[in-house]
């Protein structure tokens, strides 16, 4: 049967783990934001162009500049999920040990 520091020391390692893999997560959608809104002035110019059969690209890429924004937003969301699922593991581990002394 295991002992019971053992248990709870591997539930904190697991809970941190968790923790850090959300933040890690939330840093490289953040990455990934920084690096999308540096492109936008590549729409500009497509905006700016003169000749009207010129400007279809520009709905193409409105659309796809659309689709990267929803996907950041659902990314962050679900990695502030994770990262908020670890904290709550590592805090009730700790809560479990508050009570047990």
Do not use: C, H
Request: glycine share 8%; hydrophobic share 50%; charged share 20%.
């Amino acid at each position: 049967m295991p002992n019971g520091r053992d248990t709870d020391f591997w539930a904190r390692v697991l809970a941190l783990m968790t923790f850090l893999l959300g933040i890690g997560l939330m840093l490289l959608v953040f990455a990934w934001a920084a690096k999308l809104f540096n492109e936008l002035g590549v729409g500009k110019e497509i905006a700016l162009q003169t000749n009207p059969s010129e400007r279809t690209p520009l709905a193409e890429w409105g659309v796809r500049w659309l689709i990267r924004v929803v996907l950041l937003f659902a990314l962050g969301y679900i990695s502030s999920l994770i990262a908020a699922r670890g904290a709550s593991l590592y805090l009730s581990t700790r809560n479990r040990q508050r009570g047990e002394q």
